[in-house]
């Protein structure tokens, strides 16, 4: 049992960061309609800046807040530069987010090389209770994504903001008819959603090395969990990720580790086969006009 609760308890740290790289993705989706394949390297970003700042000297924490800041900035440009042209292409769009990954990758290496950085435990801490040891950073890691949590839930169902944004996702040309700034909306979108790919990637780092391929391995995870709690709906990302995170406990504990992501994978198949609207089900995204 205590071997379980071990697991489930380093799987839970891990699931954070893929719950905030699954609200990005899905809050991308929802609104703009594009499945952006380069967020994960947006999270790649996020992690070789922080292990950049870090290495300088740099609090970790203030490392973290600054590494969300730049990919905030990187995911502006993105937008304003490339996606913003294809709203009402999302094929297109998505087609273009894989080269922007391509990209990202090629000038990492180039700046950084192709090797993994990592970074010591910022914190340094290891609580034992009832037998089962809790790295302090493991911790703050997840409580931190709950806070995200907290706030975006809050951003979405509570603010005046939010109602818009449910408003301009729900039919975007009456939004705009209404004088709803549907693009400006879109806008802050992708600057929030690439926020949190930073903050992910620095958290991603304070736990395992990353390289500059990492992004084209999260990002896998990252559609899994949008997917299994259903593709535009924010808790259906937390639930999609916590069901991610129950699953690598079990596969480390009592199955063959190195099938962890295969196990993630056939999980979300069969809950796709059975409901493929997701746990909470989501939605088709805007149309295009």
Request: net charge positive; charged share 10%.
């Amino acid at each position: 049992m205590d071997i379980f609760v071990q697991q489930l308890v380093n799987s839970l740290s891990v699931a954070s960061v893929t719950i905030l790289i699954g609200i990005g993705i899905t809050l991308i989706f929802g609104l703009a309609g594009i499945v952006n394949f380069a967020h994960g390297e947006f999270l790649m970003v996020g992690g070789m800046a922080t292990w950049f700042m870090v290495g300088t000297g740099m609090n970790f924490f203030v490392a973290l807040v600054l590494a969300g800041l730049l990919v905030g900035a990187l995911g502006f440009a993105a937008e304003r530069c490339l996606f913003r042209f294809t709203l009402n292409r999302p094929m297109n769009g998505f087609i273009m987010s894989i080269g922007l990954s391509v990209i990202l990758q090629h000038a990492v290496i180039r700046v950084f090389n192709e090797f993994q950085k990592s970074i010591t435990d910022p914190v340094g801490l290891v609580w034992t209770i009832g037998g089962v040891d809790i790295i302090a950073m493991r911790a703050i890691v997840v409580a931190i994504t709950a806070v995200i949590v907290a706030i975006t839930y809050f951003g979405i169902s509570r603010s005046r903001y939010g109602m818009a944004l449910r408003a301009s996702v729900s039919d975007r040309d009456t939004a705009e008819l209404m004088g709803i700034p549907v693009r400006r909306y879109v806008t802050g979108v992708f600057i929030y959603g690439s926020l949190l790919a930073g903050i992910g990637g620095a958290l991603m780092i304070s736990l395992f090395p990353i390289t500059p391929f990492t992004g084209s391995v999260i990002i896998i995870r990252g559609f899994a969990v949008s997917l299994i709690g259903g593709l535009g709906n924010v808790g259906g990302a937390v639930v999609g990720g916590l069901v991610l995170g129950l699953v690598d406990g079990l596969s480390a504990g009592y199955g063959y580790p190195e099938w962890t992501d295969a196990y993630s994978l056939v999980v979300m198949i069969l809950i796709l086969v059975l409901r493929p609207q997701g746990l909470l089900g989501g939605t088709l995204g805007p149309k295009a006009s």
